[in-house]
């Protein structure tokens, strides 16, 4: 049973005929923040104050005598100002937790109305190296497809790809003038991201040659303004708009000096190599010359388009590399590509019903309280990153009745979307629910994007190997004279620091509120204590691990016994964490916030660890508790394993 929507359901009860919508107080019940309040608390008294007109302790007092909960708890408590605090009845919590024992599904059932999810996630822009901002989108899409597939939704995950954006003309570029044939053959796509750094190099040269006046005029007049707003400041010492304008101008003066010292360090690196300088100077119009060949491309040019078809298989099946070990496969990769054929359909008839107009050459849709447009056919007639988002919404509706559909991409393309979602409601697709799961960036410990020590984005793959590297450390520390340790052979260790490093990569990322920016750690991020895959994986391990001690058979023991016995504090608490992993994944779907899951599993951790310290299980003699606490171990490891599959990561019974 899930009390706690089963407590709301009463509550619900109680307030009606008090309130004309009982359902925002009703959210206000929630899990208590402090056992010490009971489980459960609830602190709609105090919002009803202006609603009811009374003081909130007789608003609680008069919602507890219409509330009938005997069944299930102890008469509920009014406290402080009027909160109403709910203690379930211990029987109820032993009988809720026997009921798991036998339930596959470990009391999570499926939701009573399935929706159509598409869920678009990962989406890297092949032949590009993935970056950690992919990385971010991947963890958290996986882990929302998985949790919303457990709860029974029907799920599509769909890889948009950038497989025809304007990578390609200058990959197309590079390979047709700077291709390395032997670099190609050994590692094509290697090749490939090596040509379209260069061409970019290559490119950034000139086109910041040009810019670099502008730029030097800027840190000037962010000069002369900061001078004069410190001057005028400096009179008025009491006026704290001038401060604050001082201050704003010292940090634009700032940003003016980054911009054109991050411009010069980069015309330098060309200039200090003899070889990219001779190549800079040959190819002066190269990033004019690699956008004709993406419009080439566009244009269904013969020779690009067989490059294309060359080099995109190549580019996937790399990507499928990454894919694997994360255990990951999307049922569908329709790229950008795929839509192209469907975008000029797409613009005709916006512009047909009057969505979509002209305005300096560009066809673009005015979306209210957007200074920009939303531009879906430039003024040369490219078509965009905008026409391809709406016609892959068509598709999405037509082809797969998505009924939502959420898009994990980084906070920064927030614009984009609400864009999208508008144009798409003028379009009339209002019975599809559109999300933007917008995550934060990483951050290093210096508080900037994460790069790595060449100062490239980071490379995925290389990330991975040295979250292996630093966990194969740390479980050899950890076997370190263990009575198994010994037994383990390499390949066995090898085994375990894969899944201690792969899931401590994907923990660190989800166990943020996605919104957030975090600092990317490898000490916290692997750490044996504290909120790390690590700390659950040894929690299920050790959980796990009684039996394979004892060789106690896990099977018959669940045939034999269901009966929960609850006497120590640390057998009541632990049930009711076990018994609330439902409502931990309906909060993740909610907002679709992976960290109620990991919040939930970590106290889970916590409350065994306490439990296990506290109430013996293998030396307990009396046997119906001691089968009682055995079936506490095997359901929290059930449910951590479970748990932690949800979010993608693996566990190890011997670490
Ligand atoms: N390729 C895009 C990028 O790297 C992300 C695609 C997200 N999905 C979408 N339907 N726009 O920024």
Same mark, same amino acid.
């Given at each position: 049973?899930?009390?706690?929507?089963?407590?709301?359901?009463?509550?619900?009860?109680?307030?009606?005929?008090?309130?004309?919508?009982?359902?925002?107080?009703?959210?206000?019940?929630?899990?208590?923040?402090?056992?010490?309040?009971?489980?459960?608390?609830?602190?709609?008294?105090?919002?009803?104050?202006?609603?009811?007109?009374?003081?909130?302790?007789?608003?609680?007092?008069?919602?507890?005598?219409?509330?009938?909960?005997?069944?299930?708890? /102890?008469? +509920?408590?009014?406290?402080?100002?009027?909160?109403?605090?709910? #203690?379930?009845?211990?029987?109820?919590? %032993? &009988? $809720? !937790?026997?009921?798991?024992?036998?339930?596959?599904?470990?009391?999570?059932?499926?939701?009573?109305?399935?929706?159509?999810?598409?869920?678009?996630?990962?989406?890297?822009?092949?032949?590009?190296?993935?970056?950690?901002?992919?990385?971010?989108?991947?963890?958290?899409?996986?882990?929302?497809?998985?949790?919303?597939?457990?709860?029974?939704?029907?799920?599509?995950?769909?890889?948009?790809?950038?497989?025809?954006?304007?990578?390609?003309?200058?990959?197309?570029?590079?390979?047709?003038?700077?291709?390395?044939?032997?670099?190609?053959?050994?590692?094509?796509?290697?090749?490939?991201?090596?040509?379209?750094?260069?061409?970019?190099?290559?490119?950034?040269?000139?086109?910041?040659?040009? /810019?670099? +006046?502008?730029?030097?005029?800027?840190?000037?007049?962010?000069? #002369?303004?900061?001078?004069?707003?410190? %001057? &005028? $400041? !400096?009179?008025?010492?009491?006026?704290?708009?001038?401060?604050?304008?001082?201050?704003?101008?010292?940090?634009?003066?700032?940003?003016?000096?980054?911009?054109?010292?991050?411009?010069?360090?980069?015309?330098?690196?060309?200039?200090?190599?003899?070889?990219?300088?001779?190549?800079?100077?040959?190819?002066?119009?190269?990033?004019?010359?690699?956008?004709?060949?993406?419009?080439?491309?566009?244009?269904?040019?013969?020779?690009?388009?067989?490059?294309?078809?060359?080099?995109?298989?190549?580019?996937?099946?790399?990507?499928?590399?990454?894919?694997?070990?994360?255990?990951?496969?999307?049922?569908?990769?329709?790229?950008?590509?795929?839509?192209?054929?469907?975008?000029?359909?797409?613009? /005709?008839?916006?512009?047909?019903?009057?969505?979509?107009?002209?305005?300096?050459?560009?066809?673009?849709?005015?979306?209210?309280?957007?200074?920009?447009?939303?531009?879906?056919?430039?003024?040369?007639?490219?078509?965009?990153?905008?026409?391809?988002?709406?016609?892959?919404?068509?598709?999405?509706?037509?082809?797969?009745?998505?009924?939502?559909?959420?898009?994990?991409?980084?906070?920064?393309?927030?614009?984009?979307?609400?864009?999208?979602?508008?144009?798409?409601?003028?379009?009339?697709?209002?019975?599809?629910?559109?999300?933007?799961?917008?995550?934060?960036?990483?951050?290093?410990?210096?508080?900037?994007?994460?790069?790595?020590?060449?100062?490239?984005?980071?490379?995925?793959?290389?990330?991975?190997?040295?979250?292996?590297?630093?966990?194969?450390?740390?479980?050899?520390?950890?076997?370190?004279?263990?009575?198994?340790?010994?037994?383990?052979?390499?390949?066995?260790?090898?085994?375990?620091?894969?899944?201690?490093?792969?899931?401590?990569?994907?923990?660190?990322?989800?166990?943020?509120?996605?919104?957030?920016?975090?600092?990317?750690?490898?000490?916290?991020?692997?750490?044996?204590?504290?909120?790390?895959?690590?700390?659950?994986?040894?929690?299920?391990?050790?959980?796990?691990?009684?039996?394979?001690?004892?060789?106690?058979?896990?099977?018959?023991?669940?045939?034999?016994?269901?009966?929960?016995?609850?006497?120590?504090?640390?057998?009541?608490?632990?049930?009711?964490?076990?018994?609330?992993?439902?409502?931990?994944?309906?909060?993740?779907?909610?907002?679709?916030?992976?960290?109620?899951?990991?919040?939930?599993?970590?106290?889970?951790?916590?409350?065994?660890?306490?439990?296990?310290?506290?109430?013996?299980?293998?030396?307990?003699?009396?046997?119906?508790?001691?089968?009682?606490?055995?079936?506490?171990?095997?359901?929290?490891?059930?449910?951590?394993?479970?748990?932690?599959?949800?979010?993608?990561?693996?566990?190890?019974?011997?670490?």
């Amino acid at each position: 049973m899930n009390f706690l929507s089963e407590l709301r359901a009463r509550l619900s009860q109680a307030l009606t005929g008090l309130v004309d919508d009982p359902a925002p107080y009703v959210g206000m019940l929630k899990p208590a923040q402090d056992a010490k309040f009971g489980d459960f608390q609830a602190n709609c008294a105090m919002s009803l104050k202006g609603v009811l007109n009374k003081p909130p302790r007789d608003i609680a007092t008069l919602i507890v005598s219409r509330l009938s909960l005997d069944d299930l708890c /102890e008469p +509920p408590e009014i406290a402080g100002p009027g909160f109403i605090n709910f #203690r379930l009845k211990t029987d109820q919590i %032993a &009988t $809720a !937790t026997q009921q798991l024992i036998r339930d596959d599904r470990l009391g999570v059932a499926p939701v009573t109305e399935p929706r159509t999810y598409v869920v678009d996630f990962s989406g890297p822009n092949v032949a590009k190296p993935m970056h950690v901002g992919h990385l971010r989108s991947t963890v958290i899409g996986h882990a929302l497809d998985k949790i919303l597939r457990f709860l029974g939704h029907t799920v599509i995950s769909d890889n948009h790809v950038g497989d025809w954006g304007t990578q390609f003309g200058m990959i197309i570029y590079g390979y047709k003038h700077f291709r390395d044939d032997a670099a190609y053959q050994a590692d094509p796509v290697r090749e490939l991201a090596r040509l379209y750094r260069l061409v970019n190099q290559l490119g950034d040269y000139h086109t910041l040659g040009t /810019e670099l +006046p502008a730029l030097e005029a800027s840190v000037t007049t962010a000069t #002369r303004t900061l001078e004069l707003a410190q %001057a &005028t $400041a !400096t009179k008025k010492p009491e006026d704290k708009d001038l401060a604050r304008a001082a201050r704003k101008a010292q940090n634009d003066l700032k940003s003016a000096q980054d911009e054109l010292a991050s411009a010069q360090k980069k015309r330098q690196a060309v200039e200090n190599d003899p070889a990219l300088k001779s190549l800079a100077d040959a190819h002066p119009q190269i990033a004019e010359l690699a956008r004709a060949e993406t419009a080439k491309l566009h244009a269904g040019d013969a020779e690009n388009q067989t490059l294309w078809d060359q080099f995109i298989p190549q580019c996937l099946a790399e990507l499928q590399k990454m894919y694997a070990r994360f255990d990951l496969k999307f049922d569908h990769t329709l790229g950008e590509s795929h839509f192209n054929p469907l975008l000029a359909g797409v613009v /005709e008839d916006l512009l047909q019903r009057g969505i979509a107009t002209e305005s300096d050459g560009a066809i673009c849709v005015f979306v209210d309280g957007f200074a920009a447009p939303f531009i879906i056919r430039k003024a040369n007639g490219a078509y965009t990153y905008a026409t391809t988002d709406l016609a892959t919404v068509q598709y999405r509706v037509k082809e797969w009745q998505a009924d939502v559909i959420l898009y994990v991409v980084d906070a920064r393309q927030s614009e984009h979307f609400q864009q999208l979602f508008a144009t798409c409601r003028k379009i009339g697709f209002d019975t599809v629910d559109m999300r933007h799961v917008s995550f934060g960036t990483v951050l290093g410990e210096d508080n900037r994007a994460f790069k790595t020590r060449s100062g490239d984005t980071i490379g995925l793959e290389s990330l991975l190997d040295e979250a292996i590297d630093h966990a194969r450390i740390i479980v050899r520390k950890n076997i370190d004279g263990k009575v198994h340790g010994a037994d383990l052979s390499a390949s066995e260790i090898d085994e375990i620091a894969k899944v201690v490093g792969i899931g401590g990569i994907i923990y660190a990322d989800l166990h943020h509120n996605r919104d957030s920016d975090y600092v990317f750690s490898w000490e916290k991020m692997l750490a044996k204590t504290g909120d790390t895959a690590t700390y659950i994986q040894y929690a299920y391990a050790r959980a796990q691990g009684i039996f394979n001690k004892q060789s106690i058979d896990i099977n018959s023991l669940r045939c034999q016994s269901q009966n929960i016995h609850i006497s120590r504090l640390e057998e009541r608490t632990l049930a009711l964490q076990l018994i609330g992993f439902q409502s931990a994944l309906l909060d993740v779907v909610t907002d679709y916030r992976p960290h109620y899951l990991t919040q939930y599993l970590f106290k889970l951790a916590n409350d065994f660890a306490t439990f296990y310290e506290e109430c013996p299980v293998l030396k307990e003699a009396d046997a119906g508790i001691r089968q009682s606490r055995l079936l506490l171990c095997d359901l929290t490891a059930r449910i951590l394993k479970k748990g932690l599959e949800l979010l993608g990561i693996e566990v190890r019974e011997i670490m």
